[in-house]
């Protein structure tokens, strides 16, 4: 089995859409969304036939298709954390865990993508905790 995303109607609770992931390693973690609640982010593994990438994907929730590239590439990072800041700017921070068991890095990303700045932080970054 795969992985899917379910979209429910918050007023009638009946599901509209199931977005079914091609395969078992393309399962959406750490599921975010904006301040608006108008776009969901989640980070995954290559899963589209049209991109070899794996990193933080962005999907506005109205969508009719699984995003088929990601926002911020993981490139040669291990992305393992994921919070979008929705008292501020809407930042989106992605823990780095690199080898599991040296300090990793923090990115912190505008929503469009854009890399703002890194900071290194402690052994296998994986969780944030907001306000």
Not at 18 to 40: A, E, Q, V
Not at 54 to 59: C, D, F, H, I, L
Not at 78 to 103: K, P, R
Request: contains cysteine; hydrophobic residues 30%.
């Amino acid at each position: 089995d795969t992985a899917t995303l379910t979209r429910i109607n918050p007023k009638t609770l009946k599901i509209e859409t199931i977005f079914r992931f091609p395969n078992g390693d393309s399962s959406p973690r750490h599921l975010c969304c904006n301040k608006m609640r108008d776009t969901l982010y989640f980070i995954s593994n290559s899963w589209s036939s049209h991109s070899s990438e794996s990193g933080v994907y962005q999907m506005p929730i109205q969508s009719a298709l699984l995003p088929k590239t990601p926002l911020i590439a993981e490139n040669e990072r291990t992305f393992y954390g994921l919070l979008i800041d929705t008292q501020g700017d809407g930042s989106l921070y992605v823990s780095d865990a690199g080898d599991f068991s040296s300090a990793g890095y923090v990115y912190r990303y505008t929503v469009q993508g854009f890399l703002v700045d890194s900071f290194k932080v402690g052994i296998n970054p994986g969780n944030f905790c907001s306000k």
